[in-house]
């Protein structure tokens, strides 16, 4: 088996059981150190004793390159025999007619790799396109873009989208995109010229979550009016679990902030990061009654966190939610035309 392709698929398993990044990162960084030596250099470093001299590989990963010279390590067979079942039990069917993501992060700002080992994971997951969202200028600690660095980004994912559709099989369709701070004001975090840019709009609050619930619903309020937004994301903020700890809900007027996605053709983000399991089943009812679209998003900030969507898949479908109320099961197509309607 490829060595390389061994270590990445080993911190693919990793990432979807949540395994602390350090040890996710050795597998990557190991990738990266080997991924440009002769197969033959690396048979004898492995043979030599060199390849464990070297700096950033360890015994384990030592020990995968060389079982790989031979055929499957050990170590990614017993990951696969535990990754064989789905992450959830439910909402298999829903799972299977979702076409893409639409909401995913990569090293440009808090994601862990690059916008191409992000897309060649979509691709392995069967999916037909995916939705680069990276933060916006205002959230700093995530390393938010400002508006030279999206266009920047954008030229990198017209040539990622060129050679994936130079594929005979498995092409992702690569959607330029951006998750858009709402700020107090209600206005949201990037150029209005830019986001008219872009495929796809994510507008979330990430600040002052313990805000009032009026001061909450006038911000949330104002952004999903913004003409350029898209999909309303993971709009309470809370967090179950994990290395963040745990965070209350927002408060806002529910029944408010539904009824103006519906009437505006934004998207209440169905958000599949286990911790977060964001909106809560009581407003999921509530927006399903008020006549809302959904999107079922993985929120992944590294490749493995892409099959999330088990997760948010189940979800749903233990809500009732209809599955062609779900913009990701439409063809790309379609979504477009949805998505820039209003712009």
């Not at 080992?117 to 069967?126: E, K, N, R």
């Not at 994936?164 to 209005?192: F, M, N, W, Y």
């Not at 999921?284 to 490749?303: E, M, Q, R, Y």
Request: proline share 5%; net charge negative; with cysteine.
């Amino acid at each position: 088996m490829d060595a390389v392709d061994a270590l990445n698929e080993i911190a693919f398993w990793l990432e979807r059981e949540l395994a602390p990044t350090f040890k996710v990162q050795a597998f990557r960084k190991a990738a990266g150190l080997i991924g440009d030596l002769d197969p033959d250099d690396l048979a004898d470093r492995a043979s030599d004793g060199r390849l464990r001299a070297m700096k950033g590989i360890g015994n384990r990963t030592a020990e995968v390159i060389g079982q790989s010279l031979y055929g499957v390590p050990d170590y990614l067979d017993d990951l696969r025999q535990k990754g064989a079942d789905p992450l959830a039990t439910g909402g298999r069917d829903l799972l299977a007619a979702l076409r893409g993501d639409l909401h995913a992060h990569s090293d440009w700002s808090d994601g862990t790799t690059s916008i191409d080992l992000m897309v060649a994971t979509a691709g392995l997951l069967g999916r037909e396109y995916l939705a680069v969202t990276d933060h916006s200028p205002t959230l700093t600690v995530a390393h938010g873009l400002t508006a030279e660095r999206l266009e920047e980004q954008l030229a990198i994912v017209a040539a990622v989208n060129d050679a994936q559709q130079a594929r005979t099989d498995g092409a992702v369709r690569v959607l330029t995109g951006i998750e858009v701070d709402i700020l107090e004001s209600g206005e949201l975090d990037q150029k209005p010229e830019l986001l008219e840019r872009l495929d796809l709009v994510v507008a979330s609050v990430h600040s002052k979550l313990r805000a009032d619930s009026l001061s909450m619903t006038r911000r949330m309020l104002g952004g999903i009016r913004d003409p350029h937004s898209n999909v309303l994301g993971h709009c309470t903020g809370r967090l179950l679990s994990g290395s963040r700890g745990t965070r209350p809900p927002s408060t806002f007027d529910a029944k408010r902030v539904f009824a103006a996605c519906a009437e505006d053709g934004v998207a209440v983000e169905i958000n599949s990061r286990p911790e977060r399991q964001d909106p809560p089943d009581d407003l999921i009812k509530i927006a399903l009654d008020a006549g809302c679209l959904f999107s079922i998003d993985s929120d992944a900030h590294a490749p493995g966190q892409l099959d999330f969507l088990a997760y948010g898949a189940a979800r749903a479908s233990a809500n009732g939610v209809p599955p062609e109320r779900i913009v990701n099961t439409w063809p790309v197509e379609r979504l477009l035309e949805w998505s820039k309607s209003g712009r």
